[in-house]
């Protein structure tokens, strides 16, 4: 048996309220354990070393400069990994990427991750099975389409709290309100009605995007739709999006994530 020192370390970069919550999620998800100044956290692999490095937000919300050390962009999630024999280690950034390789490694015998082909049709195009293929869209889905939404909201509230002359700012308002709702509030309408179509017809009645099995995909979505829920006007009118969320919300590997995120800092956000 390969002793601690052979074995990979491997080490999230966790920003609070930020997407990094997602990936220690997903570490509870694989059973992956780290450790937190020294103490070990549940379901841990005596042969493999993970950790837990935190970093708050500046006042101005932007992230802690110091993850620039990390990785050029400065950005959370970032997963390093470190290799026994290699001098420099693993950089792992962008949620999706971080997640797939993960689940390369450690989802194997989870169940997170669907099978791919129907039945005897293996290799063969064309004949994917419908959760895997949405699991496959939702995983892009998440940051490429509906994220840069929230985005684009969050920057609005800037500008609108901005502090500005008290003379400009009803001009202000009034810029930002036809903004929001000639192309941010059509566009979450969008989202959300089709968010919600997705889940009405989950492949085998299931209650996730997917299907009736979580998988990565739903922890990917879970932020967009937090933040959503929060900036888009549309959380009231879809319950079952609003449904789906207690459902993820409610899992004990999610609990464990903000249980630790409490015991750290104290408390727990969801989004800005």
Same mark, same amino acid.
């Given at each position: 048996?390969?002793?601690?020192?052979?074995?990979?370390?491997?080490?999230?970069?966790?920003?609070?309220?930020?997407?990094?919550?997602?990936?220690?999620?997903?570490?509870?998800?694989?059973?992956?354990?780290?450790?937190?100044?020294?103490?070990?956290?549940?379901?841990?692999?005596?042969?493999?070393?993970?950790?837990?490095?935190?970093?708050?937000?500046?006042?101005?919300?932007?992230?802690?400069?110091?993850?620039?050390?990390?990785?050029?962009?400065?950005?959370?999630?970032?997963?390093?990994? *470190?290799?026994?024999? #290699?001098?420099?280690?693993?950089? $792992?950034?962008? =949620?999706?990427?971080?997640?797939? +390789? &993960? @689940?390369?490694?450690?989802?194997?015998?989870?169940?997170?991750?669907?099978?791919?082909?129907?039945?005897?049709?293996?290799?063969?195009?064309?004949?994917?099975?419908?959760?895997?293929?949405?699991?496959?869209?939702?995983?892009?889905?998440?940051?490429?389409?509906?994220?840069?939404?929230?985005?684009?909201?969050?920057?609005?509230?800037?500008?609108?709290?901005?502090?500005?002359?008290?003379?400009?700012?009803?001009?202000?308002?009034?810029?930002?309100?036809?903004?929001?709702?000639?192309?941010?509030?059509?566009?979450? *309408?969008?989202?959300? #009605?089709?968010?919600?179509?997705? $889940?009405?017809? =989950?492949?085998?009645?299931?209650? +996730? &995007? @997917?299907?009736?099995?979580?998988?990565?995909?739903?922890?990917?979505?879970?932020?967009?739709?937090?933040?959503?829920?929060?900036?888009?006007?549309?959380?009231?009118?879809?319950?079952?999006?609003?449904?789906?969320?207690?459902?993820?919300?409610?899992?004990?590997?999610?609990?464990?994530?903000?249980?630790?995120?409490?015991?750290?800092?104290?408390?727990?956000?969801?989004?800005?």
């Amino acid at each position: 048996m390969a002793s601690q020192q052979d074995q990979p370390k491997i080490t999230l970069h966790w920003l609070e309220v930020s997407r990094a919550h997602r990936i220690l999620w997903l570490f509870e998800e694989l059973g992956i354990s780290y450790k937190v100044d020294g103490s070990l956290y549940p379901f841990c692999t005596p042969t493999l070393d993970r950790n837990l490095k935190t970093y708050k937000r500046l006042p101005t919300k932007w992230a802690d400069p110091a993850l620039k050390n990390v990785h050029p962009l400065g950005k959370s999630p970032v997963v390093t990994i *470190e290799v026994p024999g #290699q001098v420099e280690p693993l950089v $792992l950034a962008e =949620s999706g990427a971080i997640t797939e +390789y &993960l @689940c390369d490694y450690f989802g194997k015998d989870t169940g997170l991750v669907p099978k791919r082909y129907k039945d005897g049709q293996e290799g063969k195009i064309g004949q994917e099975t419908e959760t895997w293929l949405r699991y496959r869209f939702f995983m892009h889905y998440a940051e490429g389409s509906i994220m840069p939404w929230n985005v684009f909201a969050l920057i609005l509230e800037g500008v609108e709290s901005a502090p500005v002359p008290f003379f400009i700012k009803p001009i202000v308002n009034t810029i930002v309100g036809r903004v929001r709702s000639a192309a941010v509030t059509p566009q979450f *309408e969008t989202h959300y #009605q089709f968010i919600d179509s997705q $889940l009405k017809t =989950s492949p085998n009645g299931g209650q +996730y &995007l @997917c299907g009736p099995d979580l998988t990565p995909a739903d922890i990917l979505m879970s932020f967009p739709l937090e933040a959503g829920h929060k900036r888009s006007g549309q959380g009231d009118w879809f319950p079952s999006i609003s449904a789906y969320l207690d459902r993820l919300h409610a899992r004990e590997a999610y609990q464990r994530a903000v249980k630790k995120v409490e015991e750290i800092e104290g408390s727990f956000k969801t989004n800005l």
